[in-house]
């Protein structure tokens, strides 16, 4: 029996959602539509804490964590009843409040079930990209975590 020959995975592999339930509890995801660009980040904060005792090598102790995604989405529309998507309205709502209303709960994962998947909550940054006349509808969104971002069992698994 012959091994079979890794493929490499694609970066539209993706699946971004938003917790949409007024408790953001987790019980109303959906997914963000349009996006064509996703880059996500979870950079540790590195300390050196190198002393006389590490005989003059480097030594480092991760003192914390943050993350952030960078989204880029084709804004959606329902022309007939003039709104934009909701998932895109959630995001660009949040962008624009304080407090708790600042906060989206989102989630994302491998959409052809590989077990890649994390949760968290994030603070929104909304810039339409603008364009010439021949241009799409685009947004760049930073969703910056605030809190943790909790490896999860992929939904679609």
Known sequence: ??????????ARRWRLE?????AKDGSDWQLVVGVTDFSPAAEPNIEDSSSYDSEGWAENTKTGQSWELGV??????????????PTHEAFRLASFAFGSASEVHVRYMDRNGLPEAYEGTALVTWAPSGGEYTALDQVEMTLTGTGPLVPITNPLA
């Open 72 to 85: 880029t989405v084709n804004r959606k529309i329902n022309d007939s009843v003039k709104v934009y998507h």
């Open 1 to 10: 029996m012959s091994t079979p020959t890794p493929v490499t995975a694609l």
């Open 18 to 22: 938003i917790d949409m339930s007024a």
